[in-house]
């Protein structure tokens, strides 16, 4: 029971100094004069995969690297399942209105890539090259694109829509109070990453439950409590158009980032039993948001359903 009660409280501190970590580092930037744009698709992307990164590092520090891949794949299945299955039982989300067909297409060909290597049998540094040479190609990109739109709307009107769009920007926020942020941030990470997973390895052994297991549940799932609720209270509020394209990015970001990092921590093995199913499981949900991509479905009440049964139906098939 110790065990479980520590391993809450390091996935609570976790979320917590994620959150103050990418405020402080936001807050701070903008008040040095860096623009939103530069912010939005660094500092926050970053900083919003700051828990995951922690436990990855956290876990192969703890010989415990199946914790560091179970987690990544864990969370994307769960960000498809769950992420985008629960709040649909509460209301329909509207995702035909988001379009997020290059950013799905980015998407499928980073999850492509990622299992490739994973065939390799361990993601070492090599493999991590290449996965941050895809990040870099990704966030390039989207680098660009984000040019040309301010171009196109004008400066002074792109950066209000980039503040308006970043829920933790407040330019005028105080030194002080940024400094706090950001030593909340610093401090919390890795106390929250060692707790969970200490705790969570000490959980496996108890039960005969592999690390593997733990990472791509209990671990996974926690991690995606963020992204949950805030697409529960989207859904809540009639605005979850864009609940779909943050789930891409998200995904996208932990397959090439986290794992990418991570290997200049030590090599992370491939277990044959990731090979055989869980990444097989990860791709397939992938490609279930093919309707909502392309075809410009919503995601409604049965298909909350159907997506919160799967997950359901993956979580009992690895219990078992």
């Known amino acids: 029971m110790t065990a479980w009660l520590l391993s809450g409280l390091g996935l609570v501190i976790l979320l917590l100094a994620g959150d103050a970590l990418v405020r402080g580092a936001v807050n701070l930037s903008l008040r040095l004069g860096v623009p939103a744009l530069i912010v939005s698709l660094t500092i ?7 828990p995951e990164l922690l436990i990855a590092i956290s876990a192969l520090k703890e010989n415990a690297p199946g914790i560091a891949l179970g987690n990544v794949v864990g969370s994307n299945t769960a960000n498809i399942l769950l992420v985008l299955g629960v709040p649909a039982l509460l209301a329909t989300l509207h995702t035909s ?4 067909r290059k950013n799905y297409v980015f998407m499928l060909l980073a999850t492509v890539l990622f299992i490739g290597l994973a065939f390799c049998g361990v993601f070492n540094l090599f493999s991590g090259a290449i996965l941050l040479t895809a990040l870099a190609l990704v966030l390039g990109n989207a680098f660009r694109e984000a040019n040309a739109h301010r171009k196109a709307i004008g400066d002074a009107c792109a950066e209000e829509e980039e503040l308006e769009g970043l829920e933790e920007a407040d330019p005028d926020m105080p030194y002080w109070k940024v400094s706090i942020y950001l030593i909340l941030g610093l401090i919390g990470l890795p106390m929250g990453a060692h707790l969970l997973v200490d705790n969570a ?17 209990l671990i996974a799932v926690g991690t995606s409590l963020p992204e949950l609720a805030t697409t529960v209270m989207a ?6 158009d864009v609940a779909l394209g943050n ?6 970001f932990n397959l090439l980032a986290i794992v990418g990092i991570a290997t200049w921590f030590g090599k992370i093995p491939v277990e044959p039993e990731f090979l055989r199913y869980d990444l097989w499981v990860m791709l397939a ?4 948001l093919i309707p909502f991509v392309f075809f410009k479905k919503d995601i409604s009440r049965n ?9 359901v139906l993956y979580v009992t098939t690895l219990l078992v």
């Open 247 to 252: 789930v891409i990015g998200s995904n996208m």
């Open 201 to 217: 390895t000490i959980i496996a052994r108890e039960y005969g439950v592999s690390e593997t297991v733990i990472g791509l549940t």
């Open 303 to 311: 298909w909350g359903v159907a997506l919160t049964f799967l997950y």
């Open 285 to 288: 949900a992938s490609l279930l």
């Open 44 to 50: 926050v992307a970053f900083g919003t995969s700051a």
């Open 235 to 240: 859904a809540l509020r009639r605005q979850a």
């Open 97 to 100: 209105e988001c379009d997020s």
